[in-house]
């Protein structure tokens, strides 16, 4: 997913402070607009937002289980998942027809972008083709009905494409309220053998300016050079 040798680094941008969750869809929507003509830069735009459930275009209402935050539709792939401090969420504005213009491909480097960021916490993520974000294994947890191991989302990924300019992205779990999640059936996943966890309940205390570094240092590695935000 690298570009073309001359094209100008990809803006990284950190928030601090909490960023409300439909400001931020106008600003991707209005970012990716103006990529998409060639008045942009690609952009990565980490954000936390205060406690909030999105349904994404394949939600199902019965998997809304109790609606204890703010509720959003949203514009991506993928069903219900929710957001809150504690949770780094990478907003991802790439330009696909200058890269490889392949829907699927992105998906996957977006997979690869986390789970090598997960790999030097030593933390081993994978995908599964049945479900969708990255997965880690967990043996110590109850396995499901015929043995199955136990198996945690670390990670969601949902995108929504326009004119090849993607936006939407991840949300990795860094230290979040894990019984937040309770309210939804976090991408329609209801087995009791599959949960969720993040990287403080695997026993990583990392700070969220730790995880913003590896995640830059390995999307760099896939997507190529980035730039610091001006201003």
């Known amino acids: 997913m690298l570009p073309a040798a001359d094209a100008p680094p990809v803006e990284w941008r ?8 439909e400001a931020a869809v106008v600003f991707m929507e209005s970012r990716a607009e103006a990529i998409a003509e060639g008045r942009a ?6 954000v936390e937002h205060a406690p909030l459930y999105t349904a994404g275009t394949s939600a199902k209402p019965q998997d809304l289980v109790e609606a204890r935050f703010p509720v959003h539709q949203s514009g991506r792939g993928g069903q219900f998942t929710y957001h809150g401090p504690g949770q780094r969420v990478a907003y991802v504005m790439l330009d696909l027809k200058r890269r490889r213009p392949d829907v699927r491909a992105f998906v996957a480097a977006l997979e690869s972008w986390v789970m090598a960021t997960l790999a030097a916490f030593n933390v081993v993520g994978e995908r599964r083709e049945d479900r969708v974000g990255v997965w880690v294994k967990r043996p110590e947890k109850t396995r499901g009905p015929n043995g199955e191991m136990a198996e945690d989302k670390i990670a969601a990924i949902g995108i929504r494409m326009r004119r090849w300019v993607s936006f939407h992205g991840i949300a990795l779990n860094v230290e979040p309220d894990l019984s937040h999640f309770g309210g939804i059936v976090p991408c329609g996943v209801a087995q009791s053998h599959y949960g969720v966890t993040s990287l403080v309940d695997l026993g990583l205390p990392l700070s969220m300016p730790e995880v913003d570094s590896i995640l830059r240092r390995e999307f760099e590695t896939i997507f190529g050079p980035t730039r610091a935000a001006r201003g």
Do not use: T
Not at 14 to 21: G, K, P, Q, T
């Open 14 to 21: 950190i928030e601090d402070a909490l960023v409300d969750y």
């Open 41 to 46: 830069d690609e952009c990565v735009w980490l």
